[in-house]
């Protein structure tokens, strides 16, 4: 392996680590305060984080891959919001979630819009979809089955939420596949970030009791969320992808889930049973397994691995 492309997977490596240990910190601040005012601040401090990139882009032109120059405002505000319609269900789905489940589970269950992608992309006429996206579909739903259904037969609450949530992030991947074409990543990542800062905050004030002590409480977490998940992160991520194979990429990347997991063992002491293990361990070979057969010259979008991370 070649010492760049060493160094880039390595930098990848610790975004996954980053990435997966955001879920630890989104359960942990919520025990101090709501998810929506979670959210709220957490995404004005990644829009906070992300001026850098805006700043060293501000006075350039912004090429896209079709060669098309510069854009106006009012086409990447308009787009831009459309884009975080999606993001902002992701992440309320997910962070109402973790109210009620585990950070590993949701790491885990999240995952799972690595394969919904392709598969919403066939039902899109997109793209075709091989047999491996329907092999590691078939592992992710066991294991899905195995970690959230019930002997009842009924799926745990916030797990359903989290699947909400994965279908969300499938839906905003394919969105911005198309706008990374005509829009500099940054640009709309920093149009999201607003977005769902203000969109968050307003349903806090609306349903949530918002006091100083408990963000200050939670200050350590949503830092970590806000900065970490998003700025460095965000940066570490593009660097790191200059000089690995897309395919090996994702495959890093998807790492997140195992992190979130061992994150929530570690630190929150989130104990699995031996079915809820077998199940993870399923549904990450479906992760793998759907992004080991691609093909290898698929473009993997600067957003497109996000989050979890909600970016």
Known sequence: MKKETLKSESILLLVAVIWGLAFVAQRAGMEYVGPFTFNGIRFFLGALSLTPFLVTLRGRTRPSVSGRMEYTRTELLKNGLFASIFLFGGISFQQVGLVYTTAGKAGFITGLYVILVPILGMILKRNRTGLNTWIGAVLAATGMYLLSVTQDFTIAFGDFLELLCAFCFAAHVIIIDDLSNRFHTADLAFIQCVACSIISMAVALAFEIITLDGILMAAIPIF???????????????????????SHAAIILSLESLFAALGGWIILNE?????????????????????????????????????????
């Not at 806000?226 to 897309?246: C, D, E, R, W």
């Open 224 to 246: 970590y969320g806000g900065v970490f998940s998003v700025g460095i992160a965000y940066t570490l991520q593009i660097y790191g992808q200059k000089n690995s194979h897309p």
């Open 271 to 311: 104990i699995m049973s031996a079915r809820s293990i077998t199940g993870c361990a399923l549904m990450m070979a479906g992760m793998l397994i759907s992004q080991l057969l691609r093909n290898g010259d698929r473009k993997v979008s600067a957003i497109e691995i996000e989050r979890g991370k909600g970016l």
